[in-house]
């Protein structure tokens, strides 16, 4: 069994920072790619930034240059860094894995959810 274990969420004010976490623990193999994700309500979800096994990156348009992804292979960690949030930013997070379990199955967890809202 895999879980993923999220944290970080909170209330912040317009332009403050906030960093998500999600870890994954259980029977796994390997982690492939891992994601954040964001559903705001009412709004289809939608990714917000993905780093291969090798460390690439890629951030959807809304969030460049104010969010920085990063994992820790050791930890099979995955952060989102977030600065200079804005209230658009508020949304449900997921953090999505990609795995190959120990019994070689390949299959992708999602995270229960960390809850962001910036407001002041």
């Known amino acids: 069994q895999v879980q993923l274990v999220e944290s970080g969420g909170g209330l912040v004010q317009p332009g403050g920072s906030l960093r998500l976490s999600c870890a994954a623990s259980?029977?796994?193999?390997?982690?492939?790619?891992m994601y954040w994700y964001r559903q705001a309500p009412g709004k289809r979800r939608e990714l917000v930034a993905g780093?291969?096994?090798?460390?690439?990156?890629n951030y959807a348009d809304s969030v460049k240059g104010r969010f920085t992804i990063s994992r820790d292979n050791a930890k099979n960690a995955v952060y989102l860094q977030m600065n200079s949030l804005k209230p658009e930013d508020t949304a449900v997070y997921y953090c999505?894995?990609?795995?190959?379990?120990?019994?070689?199955?390949?299959?992708?967890?999602w995270g229960q959810g960390t809850q962001v809202t910036v407001s002041s």
């Open positions: 780093i291969t096994s090798g460390g690439a990156t």
């Open positions: 999505n894995v990609e795995t190959t379990r120990s019994d070689w199955v390949p299959y992708d967890y």
């Open positions: 259980g029977s796994i193999l390997s982690i492939h790619h």
